[in-house]
Structures are given as C-alpha cells and as structure tokens.
C-alpha cells in the first residue's frame, strides 16, 4: 500500500476523541419470533451520513441477547436472533455488513444464503468464512484439539462445490468478501511454505469469477501463523487476484506489522475482522466470552488498535477502495459500541 496513504503508524498524530457512546434505553421485555429494531439513534444516523458508501462496518453475527437496546428494541432470545434478527440487525445505522461465521463450522446450502439475503437492504454485503473442512489442515474432535491431517485441506473442489457455488448462488451481489481463515497450520505444513502457496494458489484459482454476479466481491486470506507474512505470500495473492484479510487476533501481530502486507497488495480492497482483544492471549477466546457477556458494554478498551485501524479505513476509502470491516464482540466487549466509537473516529480523519 502507498506509503503516503498510509505512513508508519505509531508516529501517526491521534485522532480526536471520539464522542462517547450513548447509553441504551432501557429494554423493553418482547416475545414471539418477530425481531424488532432498537429505535434509532439520531447521533447514528447523523454519523453514518458522514460516512462513504464504500465503507461498510458490521459485527461477527448478530445472535446476542445483549444487544437489547442497541440493535433490538427489547429482549430476545439467542435462538429467536439467530433465526429472525438479521432483519433488525440490518436496520442498524451503523450495520451494513456481517461476518457469517456459521459457515465455518457447517457449510451454508444455497437457499440458506438467500434466506439471509432477502432479509436485509440491497446495498447490504456479507463477509463468509470458508468452511473449516476446506480451511483446516487439520481434523478435530469436540474439544477442538487435531487428531488427524485432513485431507480435504485446500481442496479447490470443495471450496467451489460447498462454498463459492452456493453464496453466489444465495447471497447474488450481496457477496462482499470470501474469506479463507487458514486455522493454525500444523508444523509438517509449514515446513514446505512453497507448497502450501502452490496449493492455495490453486484452490482460488478454481473458484468461479464472482464479479459477474457479485461486483464488490472480493476473495481475502486470513492466517493464523505470523510466519506467513511474506512477499512471496503477498505475490501469490496478487497472481490469483485475492487480498490479505487484516485480522485482528492475539495469534498475530498489530496493525502496523501487518502493513506491509497491504502495501503490496495496493490497491485492493481492505477486509478487515477485529476478532479479540489481545490481552487474552492466542487462546482466549473463552476467557474473552466469560468475561464481556452479555456483550452489553465496552469492557476491555483498545484505544491503540481502534485508531490505528481508523487511519488504514479511512486513508483506504480515500482512495476509492471498498472496505469490510466486521467487529467480534471480544474485541472490547460490545460490539456496537465499539463500531460506533470506530465509525466516529473514521468520520473525524475524513474530515481532515
């Protein structure tokens, strides 16, 4: 990425403050399968009118009970938003993007995808993780511990079959980025990195072209092995016409060690998911859980990541460039929260 558009963050001069969040009415107790929106914050709507097109901000899911008062307008329960709350998700000011996680861990059918799509605006993109028996190298049992190597790992006929096919199929031009998330890859597979880029090169390869139906999809890479951060990882990108996915975990670097990487892939669209806070560690997903829910407030403050990533978003729709930024709640504690903070700090350096 230019340098000029993106310099050396930690000499960056800070962003203004940004105005605090509003506390969230009082919820009000609802039932029924119906999900209903939260009312509208008018400080929302206001800002997301300060803000490109371009940029789309979302969560990972949507199936928190917590959000009562932020995103419903009363309580419901995870079984019911999972089902029903994307419409009301999706009528979020702020919510014009999501994180379908659910496909990592079982793959989505066609109709599926289009049931999602037809729930939310037309200009509403997806952010889909790849199935994990594509995207694991290897096969693990409940407790998530690997027992075996799997042979489906960058299997380009299954990344197309249980994957491409049916998102384009379901979600049209709904589709903003397929992300494959390579799991924590197991030593004999980083032993031969040229063979690992050969095999991912050839699985995205394979994949249908996704423009024709879907013109702001973009294919992103995500990894779990900072080892992986190479130029000659970046040029396999570059040669099948995928991105780096900025992911935001305690198993990799900050932002500004993950730069290069965009650097040269520029320009490209920025696919950004901010998945956990990392003073958890690389396995503190459970802990991260345990300690924000009910995923109703910040907890866990990131100042430093949240203004570093405000100045790769916004020096990105600068220039043109889309951006898909999905937000977990274990990255503060509260995932609305913490986009609307993101959002404001976004729209001050568009202003500058």
């Known amino acids: ?16 403050p940004p105005a605090p969040a509003a506390e969230a009415p009082a919820p009000k107790k609802s039932r029924g399968g ?8 008018p400080a929302l709507v206001d800002l997301a009118l300060q803000l490109p097109p371009q940029l789309r901000f979302g969560g990972s899911s949507w199936n928190y009970p917590g959000w009562a008062g932020l995103v419903w307008d009363g309580e419901y329960a995870e079984a019911v938003l999972s089902k029903n709350g994307l419409a009301a998700y999706g009528q979020h000011p702020l919510f014009r993007t999501v994180s379908l996680d659910r496909n990592f861990y079982r793959a989505l059918t066609a109709s599926q995808y289009a049931r999602y799509a037809a729930m939310v605006p037309d200009d509403f993109r997806f952010v889909v993780k790849a199935p994990s028996v594509v995207t694991d190298a290897t096969v693990r049992d409940e407790s998530g511990r690997g027992t075996q190597i799997n042979p489906a790992f960058l299997s380009a006929d299954l990344a ?7 998102a384009l199929q379901g979600l049209g031009h709904r589709i ?10 197991p030593r004999p597979v ?26 702001d999809a973009v294919v992103a890479v995500e ?36 730069l290069p990487m965009l650097r040269a892939l520029w320009p490209r669209p ?17 802990d991260a859980e345990k300690l924000y829910g009910p995923f109703d407030k910040i907890v866990d403050p990131d100042p430093e990541t949240r203004q ?29 929260r913490t986009v609307a903070t993101l959002a404001q700090e976004v729209a001050d350096l568009l202003l500058r």
Request: with cysteine.
């Open 1 to 16: 990425m230019q340098d000029h558009l993106f310099p050396d963050l930690p000499g960056s001069p800070p962003s203004a």
């Open 34 to 41: 119906t999900v209903q929106p939260a009312p509208a914050d």
């Open 160 to 166: 197309v079959r249980e994957f491409a096919e049916p």
């Open 176 to 185: 903003g980025a397929l992300v494959f998330q390579l799991s924590p890859l």
């Open 190 to 215: 980083l032993a031969d990195v040229p063979l690992l880029l050969e095999r991912l090169a050839a699985m995205i390869a394979a994949l249908p072209a996704l423009t024709p139906t879907a013109p």
């Open 223 to 258: 990894v779990r092995d900072p080892q992986l951060m190479t130029p000659e990882f970046a040029a396999m990108l570059r040669s099948v016409g995928a991105t780096w996915c900025l992911g935001l975990h305690a198993k990799m670097p900050p932002i500004e060690d993950q």
């Open 270 to 286: 920025l696919v950004c998911r901010w998945n956990l806070h990392r003073r958890h560690g690389r396995y503190g997903y459970e």
């Open 308 to 336: 570093a990533l405000a100045r790769v978003i916004a020096g990105t729709v600068k220039a043109g460039q889309n951006a898909f930024v999905t937000v977990s709640n274990n990255a503060e504690g509260c995932a609305p």
